[in-house]
């Protein structure tokens, strides 16, 4: 039994799911999403809820039950609060900042580097050293900001590098002299 699938994903006020075969359109203020199911999960709308089933015991339609379930509360989220995750900048010379749809990374390398932000997401920069990524699908955003991440991780000497706000960067002591 799935623990998380067992559970129906409540619909806000403001949000409506409408099903067609396998897919399901979540319409809310922020945003309009769709997701196709798979032929192993039944969906319903019931009493302002989203049920997901599996359709028989095999292991294919239990992995399929949690995971359709987390998609279609992501959706749900996704359209009425959206997605946010929030970037750090550590190190001398190290800054951020917005140019139209390109985000200008300086990170010590011997160019400067154009990240260009992708349709659905937005991307500011409030300070030279914190990087804000919204948007209404949970997948796409933690995608930019890992991929924005990517260019210099956090090292674990000086800490220098682009962490998530909330990360905890495990130090290392230096050499003895």
């Not at 992995?63 to 359709?68: I, K, L, N, T």
């Not at 390398?109 to 260009?116: G, K, P, R, Y």
């Amino acid at each position: 039994m799935s623990r998380i699938g067992k559970k129906p994903v409540d619909l806000p006020s403001g949000v409506t799911a409408t099903i067609s075969g396998q897919t399901i359109e979540v319409k809310g203020p922020k945003a309009t999403q769709s997701f196709t199911a798979t032929d192993d999960v039944t969906l319903a709308v019931e009493d302002n809820a989203v049920t997901v089933t599996p359709r028989g015991n095999s292991k294919r339609a239990r992995q399929q039950w949690g995971m359709s379930r987390t998609v279609v509360a992501n959706m749900v989220t996704g359209v009425s609060v959206g997605f946010k995750k929030e970037l750090e900048i550590n190190g001398v010379g190290y800054r951020a900042q917005m140019q139209g749809n390109t985000l200008k990374l300086m990170l010590g390398l011997s160019h400067d580097v154009n990240f260009e932000v992708p349709e659905g997401v937005t991307v500011t920069c409030p300070k030279q050293t914190e990087i804000i990524i919204e948007g209404d699908n949970a997948q796409l955003v933690g995608q930019v900001a890992a991929n924005i991440r990517e260019w210099r991780k956090p090292e674990p000497y000086k800490g220098k590098g682009i962490k998530y706000k909330d990360e905890y960067i495990f130090r290392k002591e230096g050499k003895k002299k």
